[in-house]
């Protein structure tokens, strides 16, 4: 059970923004939301994480609503190397380690 | 710097053979993560440690399946014995700090079981 919903795919332009959707209605309050993304063949790579305020670093941006039941994963341009698939994942309580991946976000990035 | 590093990067075997998957840690990191992949389940946590010692394996599929970590630079999954089910990429990740810190992941091992 991976208790986050996200589309099974979209489609961007590169070099335009992308804004990627979870939906986490039953988070607890000590839940952190983290999102992964895993390039074809690759491992997961960790992209960012937060518990309520919005946060930024090189990657991307995260927005989280204010009653946290959802957020969003902004990349501000999108480009060829960012087609991947983005697992948003709620983490929490003492398990916050025990990361549990959904089906994810199949991102593809057009040129 | 060096991520965490998995070897073999392939390995294909007959059924019933013994299979064993290596990890390298980050240097410093103090938890370590197994996952395997498959397409019918996603990513699935088999087992973790901290401080090389073994918290939870609830995910591990089997008595078939064993994971050690001698120490904190070095641990093994093993499958034995083999079976095709079995097949999947396994991934290692290590962590410094379990909470909500980064977990980094190796590139994976690509099993096949024949």
């Known amino acids: 059970d991976a208790k986050t919903t996200q589309p099974n795919s979209m489609e961007s332009n590169e070099e335009e923004p992308v804004h990627l959707p979870c939906n986490h209605s039953?988070?607890?309050?000590?839940?952190?939301i983290h999102w992964y993304r895993q390039l074809p063949s690759q491992g997961p790579e960790y992209v960012i994480h937060?518990?309520?305020s919005n946060v930024n670093n090189r990657m991307a941006s995260l927005a989280i609503a204010e009653d946290r039941k959802s957020s969003t994963l902004i990349l501000h341009r999108a480009t060829l190397r960012d087609a991947a698939v983005y697992y948003c994942?709620?983490?929490?309580?003492?398990?916050?380690?025990?990361?549990?991946f959904g089906k994810g976000t199949l991102l593809t990035v057009n040129p | 710097d060096a991520g965490v590093i998995q070897s073999p990067r392939h390995e294909v075997t007959e059924m019933g053979q013994e299979v064993t998957l290596r990890c390298k840690p980050i240097?410093?990191?103090?938890?370590l993560f197994w996952y395997r992949q498959t397409m019918m389940r996603g990513l699935e946590l088999l087992i973790y440690?901290?401080?090389?010692?073994?918290?939870?394996d609830s995910g591990m599929p089997e008595d078939r399946f064993s994971a050690k970590m001698p120490n904190a630079s070095f641990s093994t999954l093993k499958i034995q014995p083999s079976e095709p089910r079995d097949s999947a990429v396994y991934f290692c990740?290590?962590?410094?700090?379990?909470?909500?810190?980064?977990?980094?992941f190796g590139d994976g091992t690509r099993l096949s079981i024949l």
């Open positions: 440690f901290n401080n090389n010692v073994p918290i939870d």
């Open positions: 990740a290590s962590s410094f700090g379990g909470d909500f810190r980064p977990q980094h």
């Open positions: 240097s410093g990191h103090d938890y």
């Open positions: 994942i709620r983490a929490g309580g003492g398990s916050n380690y025990k990361l549990t």
């Open positions: 937060g518990l309520t």
């Open positions: 039953t988070i607890s309050g000590t839940d952190y």
